[in-house]
């Protein structure tokens, strides 16, 4: 069903091609799952201590949500706690987030530049969430074409916060529960009908 898989890491993430043998319909539905309804880790809550840098808390606290968290969750209501305490003058970058359960996927996201004494202290909830909900919690990118009869080559860049290979499975899990609850309701109202 899928061959020819290749990876390339980037310093932005990975990028894995392969090719795989299913009806169109399968590709676009793993497609839409891969890029909507993989939960992963994104910052939704930010606590501000302390914050005298030149940007408003509101900016932010939108561009600490745009930092892809690494992880694959276990479940929906898992809760990774972040915290940033900098003095200026420095740069604040993605690696002064400081957590005992989790961690950026990259270092060098630059946050704010803080000048001579100001201080910024903060406390982050990195939440569970699907790209349904927000772009902030897409795991990837992913197109395909077609290169033959129900047989595309699938690219899926991820961003940094979960493997290609784990995007993946974690669709093709969520693309199984699918189909097996639509049965399910239709066995159930067949069942219906009949008496």
Known sequence: MIKNI???EKRTGEIMKMELKAPLSFSSALRRIMISEVP????ENVYFYENTSSMYDEVLAHRLG????KGVPVSGDEVIVLTISKEGPCMVYSSDLKSESGEPAFENIPIVKLAEDQKLELETEALVG???I???WQPCNAIYKQISND???FKIESFGNMDAE???RSSLEILKNKAEKFLSELEGRELSDEN
């Open 166 to 168: 784990d995007i993946i």
């Open 134 to 136: 927000h772009a902030k």
């Open 130 to 132: 699907t790209g349904k």
């Open 40 to 43: 992963t880790y994104a910052i």
């Open 6 to 8: 290749q990876k390339e």
């Open 151 to 153: 047989e595309v080559e």
């Open 66 to 69: 745009l930092i892809p968290i």
